[in-house]
T-cell receptor, first 117, second 112 residues
Framework: GAVVSQHPSWVICKSGTSVKIECRSL??????MFWYRQFPKQSLMLMAT?????????EQGVEKDKFLINHASLTLSTLTVTSAHPEDSSFYIC?????????????FGPGTRLTVL | GENVEQHPSTLSVQEGDSAVIKCTYS??????FPWYKQELGKRPQLIID?????GEKKDQRIAVTLNKTAKHFSLHITETQPEDSAVYFC???????????FGTGTRLKVLA
């Protein structure tokens, strides 16, 4: 499978500040990465699809101006939570899609736990 | 859009017994169905998957079955062990897309 890292693993910030989370594909070039949010004891909710060299595609209900995504290289996508508020506290997980022939599989990063005070 | 339902939400079994988790989906064009295991505070790990051209797949104590007509697929864990305790998520990927839609999760507890 693919090796995916995220940084930081956890972050605590004050309300109103911005936080950047990095997602790296360590062993292959990923043209597509995904960002998910997971609240405690809930499922993974897809926030956006990050496309290398182009704009991200956001899911319905996700504010693109609040959750800025940049996929500047084939190994790095970043998610910036702008003007964070306590309700943004969550577990943010990225994934990469590894294609082999006609199939593809998603591999997840270790996640970043964001706590907004 | 695709809708995925997962049952049960919690499941407790005695060590050595079998556990079955079921997911139903709405889009008949969906063609890939992975199962992920997530331990507390950790990333989801792919444990088994099945594609729409196959009815069953097995990997040691884990198996997945797919009924395309009824649009449901199930995870079967046999001879459960305490280390199987985790949250399990099913997912569905539609034809022509990379996007996954996840089920709501099942918290499995294996009692020693």
């Amino acid at each position: 499978g693919a090796v995916v890292s995220q940084h930081p693993s956890w972050v605590i910030c004050k309300s109103g500040t911005s936080v950047k989370i990095e997602c790296r594909s360590l062993d292959f070039q990923a043209t597509t990465m995904f960002w998910y949010r997971q609240f405690p004891k809930q499922s993974l909710m897809l926030m956006a699809t990050s496309n290398e060299g182009s704009k991200a595609t956001y899911e319905q209900g996700v504010e693109k101006d609040k959750f800025l995504i940049n996929h500047a290289s084939l190994t790095l996508s970043t998610l910036t939570v702008t003007s964070a508020h306590p309700e943004d506290s969550s577990f943010y997980i990225c994934s990469v899609s590894l294609s082999r022939g006609s199939t593809d599989t998603q591999y997840f990063g270790p996640g970043t736990r964001l706590t907004v005070l | 859009g695709e809708n995925v339902e997962q049952h049960p939400s919690t499941l407790s079994v005695q060590e050595g017994d079998s556990a079955v988790i079921k997911c139903t989906y709405s889009d008949s064009a969906s063609n890939y169905f992975p199962w992920y295991k997530q331990e507390l505070g950790k990333r989801p790990q792919l444990i088994i998957d099945i594609r729409s051209n196959v009815g069953e797949k097995k990997d040691q104590r884990i198996a997945v079955t797919l009924n395309k007509t009824a649009k449901h697929f199930s995870l079967h864990i046999t001879e459960t062990q305490p280390e199987d305790s985790a949250v399990y998520f099913c997912a569905v990927r539609g034809l022509g897309t990379y996007k996954y839609i996840f089920g709501t999760g099942t918290r499995l507890k294996v009692l020693a």
